[in-house]
């Protein structure tokens, strides 16, 4: 069974650093673009950060870029995101997921798998 699982949430004061994993199973993710994003309470779910099939390229959302960091390893079918300098509007359920069709990012393209995500929540 394919799956992807998101660890490292938690609760953090504002300016605090927290990292998420995201791990997949049940086949390679290695050949394929992964993505981070979050849905906050009351909102629609938002595009957070992407990463290509090698890591060459990486993408972030104008609200988190310069705080956040995306990264993989493909020996471990991992997927991280370094949040660092985090608000209170961070505050999310923020999901792993992956596009299988594309190696790389494309822009409001569906995503094939979703994790069942990680509570990040950020204190004021």
């Known amino acids: 069974q394919v799956q992807l699982v998101e660890s490292g949430g938690g609760l953090v004061q504002a300016g605090g650093s927290l990292r998420l994993s995201c791990a997949a199973s049940g086949r390679t993710f290695s050949s394929y673009a992964m993505g981070w994003f979050r849905q906050a309470p009351g909102k629609e779910r938002e595009f957070v950060a992407a990463?290509?099939?090698?890591?060459?390229?990486?993408y972030y959302a104008d609200s988190v870029k310069g705080r956040f960091a995306i990264s993989r390893d493909n020996a471990k079918n991992t997927v991280y995101l370094q949040m660092n300098s985090l608000k209170p509007q961070d505050t999310a359920v923020y999901y792993c997921a992956a596009d299988l069709r594309y190696s790389d990012y494309v822009p409001n393209n569906d995503m094939d798998i979703w994790g069942k995500g990680a509570l990040v929540t950020v204190s004021s």
């Open positions: 990463i290509s099939w090698n890591g060459g390229s990486t």
